[in-house]
């Protein structure tokens, strides 16, 4: 069964760093694109930034492009969200979603999130 | 940006109701075009991909359809449990992006 278990969600200042994960399990986690989604409580889901397989590949979503980073151990079966510059309206759920195997833009599997406040 | 709309909004049904969502981009994206659902408090749960495929485990009364712009997810027979809130996306362009959502309550 596959397992996305998001961790490190906190309430940080405006301005402060934090850095997500997200275990893998029940899966070959090398072999999938990885993504990360948020969505602000009570609000739509947004689409974050993915990881190729091999990590060679990210991409981001306008909001986030240039603040946020992406990245992943293959050993660790983790994958990670490096967040810096954090604003208010970064307040979000944040999810970690497995790549479909040969729709990889797309999810199959979600974690069940981590909440991240951005606050004084 | 690719900019995805969903109609309606909210949609009040009763159990057994034929159900059917609209979702519409802003331009082309052939078929790349997947539908969530997602219940209060819960993570997001994926049903179909490729604009109508169902992942594994989602029931047979879910079905999508649609290409290029125009896509539809109809539920045949809604039950108890399918009282949610539902997505689509695309991932045809960077940045992928969602619909607004549609909300599926009990009439």
């Known amino acids: 069964e596959v397992q996305l278990v998001e961790s490190g969600g906190l309430v940080v200042q405006p301005g402060g760093s934090l850095r997500l994960s997200c275990a893998a399990s029940?899966?070959?986690?090398?072999?999938?694109?990885m993504h990360w989604v948020r969505q602000v409580p009570g609000k739509g889901l947004e689409w974050i930034s993915l990881?190729?397989?091999?990590?060679?590949?990210?991409n981001y979503g306008d909001s986030v492009r240039g603040r946020f980073t992406i990245s992943r151990d293959n050993t660790k079966h983790s994958l990670f969200l490096q967040m810096n510059g954090l604003r208010s309206d970064d307040t979000a759920f944040y999810y970690c979603?497995?790549?479909?195997?040969?729709?990889?833009?797309?999810?199959?599997?979600w974690g069940q999130g981590t909440l991240v406040a951005v606050s004084s | 940006d690719i900019q995805m709309t969903q109609s309606p909004s909210t949609l009040s049904a009763s159990v057994g109701d034929r159900v059917t969502i609209t979702c519409r981009a802003s331009?082309?994206?052939?078929?790349?075009l997947a539908w969530f659902q997602q219940k209060p408090g819960k993570a997001p749960k994926s049903l179909i991909y490729?604009?109508?495929i169902l992942h594994g485990g989602v029931p047979s009364n879910f079905s999508g359809s649609g290409s290029a712009t125009d896509f539809t997810l109809t539920i045949s027979s809604l039950q108890p449990e399918d009282f949610a809130t539902y997505y689509c996306?695309?991932?045809?362009?960077?940045?992928?992006?969602f619909g607004p959502g549609t909300t599926v309550d009990i009439k």
């Open positions: 979603a497995k790549g479909h195997y040969s729709h990889s833009g797309t999810f199959d599997s």
């Open positions: 029940g899966f070959t986690f090398d072999d999938y694109t």
């Open positions: 990881i190729s397989w091999d990590g060679a590949s990210t």
């Open positions: 331009q082309g994206i052939s078929n790349y």
């Open positions: 490729a604009a109508s």
């Open positions: 996306q695309q991932y045809y362009r960077y940045p992928f992006t």
